[in-house]
């Protein structure tokens, strides 16, 4: 079983699949922790929605919302650098388009201006390869997969005319609490596994977004389109330092750090309780 690395012989490169296989065992489950924020959220929206209600100051409805990606949330990438003497190779691919789900809290306070209050979780996994051949047989190769648990919180002001509804506002976004396996194989040696926390990412970001409005099963039901735009990160992915002998390579996992798609479009379809 082997795998291509541009400019490299196909024989030098040994692909360890059932290794990387593992770390995306994270994907299939979601992480206790966060589940148990979840259903505090969920909670708290039902709390709110009954205070409000009982006021009568303003409409409160609570829900949930469902959706998925229609853009890549990470940006695939590769490069190789050749002097002669060693050639180095690091990719990073990631296909996730994992569908997005959480509770939904929305205040009317007139019957064209309200405002929306979403927290929504997914599950968002990638692979990286790093590869270092020479000077001589000297040869590194380093491949990782890593699955992170994701939250996007948007605050938006939303404005209503018949059955069509407009929204924009801000967002954060958090992409952590995750692992990442790694396999490490000197001069085509059996690889070595390692394991440890998943990197973490921090954003902020606008959002807009529209759609239509109606009522079903005594409540809202309301498809949408959503563009989100997200500023300067904090935190990311960091290089791997590999030794094989008298070679020290430094092997960077992602190409140009945490390569996140700053410009995002999602299809959501969201169902509120109220009139």
Same mark, same amino acid.
């Given at each position: 079983?082997?795998?291509?690395?541009?400019?490299?012989?196909?024989?030098?490169?040994?692909?360890? &699949?059932?290794?990387?296989?593992?770390?995306?065992? !994270?994907?299939?489950?979601?992480?206790?922790?966060?589940?148990?924020?979840?259903?505090?959220?969920?909670?708290?929206?039902?709390?709110?929605?009954?205070?409000?209600?009982?006021?009568?100051?303003?409409?409160?409805?609570?829900? /949930?919302?469902?959706?998925?990606?229609?853009?890549?949330?990470?940006?695939?990438?590769?490069?190789? %650098?050749?002097?002669?003497?060693?050639?180095?190779?690091?990719?990073?691919?990631?296909?996730?388009?994992?569908?997005?789900?959480?509770?939904?809290?929305?205040?009317?306070?007139?019957?064209?201006?309200g405002l929306e209050f &979403?927290?929504?979780?997914?599950?968002? &996994?990638?692979?990286?390869?790093?590869?270092?051949?020479?000077?001589?047989?000297?040869?590194?190769? %380093?491949?990782?997969?890593?699955?992170?648990?994701? !939250?996007?919180?948007?605050?938006?002001?939303?404005?209503?005319?018949?059955?069509?509804?407009?929204?924009?506002?801000?967002?954060?976004?958090?992409?952590?609490?995750?692992?990442?396996?790694?396999?490490?194989?000197?001069?085509?040696?059996?690889? /070595?596994?390692?394991?440890?926390?998943?990197?973490?990412?921090?954003?902020?970001?606008?959002?807009?977004?529209?759609?239509?409005?109606?009522?079903?099963?005594?409540?809202?039901?309301?498809?949408? %389109?959503?563009?989100?735009? !997200?500023?300067?990160?904090?935190?990311?992915?960091?290089? %791997?330092?590999?030794?094989?002998?008298?070679?020290?390579?430094?092997?960077?996992?992602?190409?140009?750090g945490f390569p996140q798609?700053?410009?995002?479009?999602?299809f959501l379809l969201s !169902?509120?309780?109220?009139?």
């Amino acid at each position: 079983d082997q795998k291509t690395v541009p400019g490299v012989p196909a024989q030098r490169v040994r692909r360890h &699949d059932g290794f990387v296989g593992k770390g995306f065992l !994270w994907t299939r489950r979601c992480s206790l922790e966060l589940m148990k924020l979840h259903g505090l959220v969920f909670s708290s929206l039902l709390c709110c929605t009954s205070i409000g209600s009982a006021q009568g100051q303003v409409r409160v409805d609570a829900g /949930v919302a469902a959706g998925v990606p229609l853009t890549d949330i990470l940006e695939s990438s590769s490069t190789t %650098i050749a002097n002669g003497v060693a050639t180095t190779y690091s990719a990073f691919h990631s296909g996730t388009k994992r569908f997005l789900v959480g509770p939904v809290v929305r205040l009317e306070f007139t019957s064209h201006w309200g405002l929306e209050f &979403d927290a929504l979780y997914q599950c968002v &996994d990638y692979d990286t390869t790093s590869a270092s051949f020479g000077p001589g047989p000297l040869s590194t190769l %380093i491949v990782q997969g890593t699955a992170l648990n994701r !939250w996007q919180f948007p605050l938006l002001v939303q404005y209503r005319r018949h059955h069509f509804f407009a929204e924009a506002g801000l967002a954060l976004s958090h992409l952590g609490n995750g692992y990442t396996n790694t396999s490490v194989a000197t001069n085509n040696s059996a690889p /070595v596994p390692q394991s440890n926390s998943g990197p973490s990412l921090t954003q902020g970001g606008v959002v807009a977004g529209a759609g239509v409005d109606f009522t079903l099963l005594r409540g809202h039901v309301r498809p949408e %389109i959503r563009y989100s735009h !997200w500023f300067s990160q904090t935190g990311g992915v960091a290089g %791997i330092v590999g030794s094989t002998g008298s070679l020290s390579a430094l092997l960077v996992a992602a190409p140009g750090g945490f390569p996140q798609n700053r410009d995002e479009v999602t299809f959501l379809l969201s !169902w509120t309780l109220g009139k």
